[in-house]
């Protein structure tokens, strides 16, 4: 605890000069904190921009070369892929999710047949961007199937693991399906794969421009309250936390980002195990527009970034990963 009073203790005196700031700051950032999202499409060539998102782009996976160096170049450990499937490919059940040669396999096959293991992969396991309805789960009658649902998630995992895929990231929210993953991932020989699991997935307001960007937005019907969590709730967090560690869960994460920093913070305090955290489309893209119209300035990203590492994220997924000098 501090003692003394003012004038002779002055706090002051250690921020006159920069080198004395830099000297006693308590936190710091750099690109081994942050995971870049990237989004795929079908086709040759192919850079899209996403309206709701400025400076972000779908890129078929021959586009991926340039992403991926300048990530490496700049010492980003891992990439995130998530893809914009079409929508005569989706139906129902998500089949998409089992191809082979769906996007997000393609996309893990040519980075590691470029680049090796000079930067992790990390694939989302959800059934969203397959479904025609939207959910990250099977539909039956206006509810989401927890146990058929994990059945196919395990299958997609599996399926990504084989294919090269570092890191997965089941991102549903669906009971048991860690435990189940871990399982059939250990069964395959695939036991040094990783498990992230999206623990403290909140149903949040600012999902909506990346369901724009993997196409699912339009599609959904109803919401997602019956499977993700109330934003409403803290002490759940840990309970979710709890499960999926038990369960076989290597990394945590919370999400969205700044909204919940008491969360990521509650998490950390409570266990001993690596928390990240997820700049979600709506903070980048509400950041990006008051820097477009000069309502702040971009010192507002690092500030955003940083403010997640101060609360207890060892990693950052963020879309600014690639557009930042540091």
Known sequence: ?????????????????????????????????????????EGKNKKESIKSMPNVFRYSVDRLNSVIAKAINKGIPMVALFPHTETKKKDEYGSEALNPDN??????????????????????????????HGHDGLLKKNNILNDETVEILTKQAVLQAKMGCDVIAPSDM?????????????????????????????????????????????????????????????????REVSLDVKEGADIVMVKPGMPYLDIIKKVKDNFKIPVLAYQVSGEYSLIMNGINKNIINKDSIIESLTSLKRAGANGIVTYFANQIDL
């Not at 009073?5 to 006159?16: V, W």
């Not at 096959?109 to 025609?132: H, Q, W």
């Open 174 to 238: 669906m009971d048991g399906r860690i435990g189940k993953i871990r399982k059939a991932l250990d069964i395959n020989n695939l036991n040094d794969v990783q498990i992230l699991s999206y623990a403290v997935k909140f149903s949040s307001s600012f999902y909506g421009p990346f369901r724009d960007a993997v196409g699912s937005k339009k599609l959904l019907k109803g919401d997602k309250k019956t499977y993700q969590m109330d934003f409403r709730n803290s002490d759940e967090s840990l």
């Open 1 to 41: 605890m501090i003692t003394g009073k003012y004038p002779n203790l002055r706090l002051r005196r250690s921020r006159k000069y920069a080198w004395s700031r830099r000297l006693i700051q308590e936190n710091s950032l750099s690109y081994s904190d942050l995971i870049l999202p990237i989004f795929l499409i």
């Open 103 to 132: 996007l997000v396999c393609r996309g893990i096959e040519y980075i590691k047949r470029k680049f090796k293991n000079k930067i992790g992969v990390m694939c989302d396991v959800a059934l969203d961007p397959y479904t025609s």
